[in-house]
């Protein structure tokens, strides 16, 4: 079972900036899939990028242009650089483990953005 921790998230305004981190507790697959999602009050868990291996990356409609995510070079670490908030990106942010039939999650770090 591959446990994630997530840290930084925060309260900033917006057209501020924000980086969250995920770390694995294990080594992890080259071809795994990491990500972020998150889940705002009275919405549904929505997908905000992934990355699988170190280059191919997707990002939501939502936040292109504006997120970045990256991979650190033993695949076990991701980060979410978001930068030109919006109050609507406010929400639980959620790491997201996947490889083949396996899937964990992390226990979700809030990120508030006020006008």
């Known amino acids: 079972q591959v446990e994630l921790v997530e840290s930084g998230g925060g309260l900033v305004q917006a057209g501020g900036s924000l980086k969250l981190a995920c770390s694995a507790s294990q080594g992890v697959s080259s071809l795994s899939t990491m990500g972020w999602y998150r889940e705002a009050p009275g919405r549904q868990r929505e997908l905000v990028a992934t990355?699988?291996?170190?280059?191919?990356?997707n990002y939501s409609d939502s936040v292109k242009g504006r997120f970045t995510i990256s991979r650190t070079t033993n695949w076990r670490t991701i980060f979410l650089q978001m930068n030109s908030l919006k109050p609507e990106d406010t929400g639980v942010y959620y790491c997201?483990?996947?490889?083949?039939?396996?899937?964990?999650w992390g226990q979700g770090t809030q990120v508030t953005v006020s006008l």
């Open positions: 990355v699988t291996g170190h280059t191919t990356k």
């Open positions: 997201n483990y996947r490889r083949n039939t396996h899937e964990s």
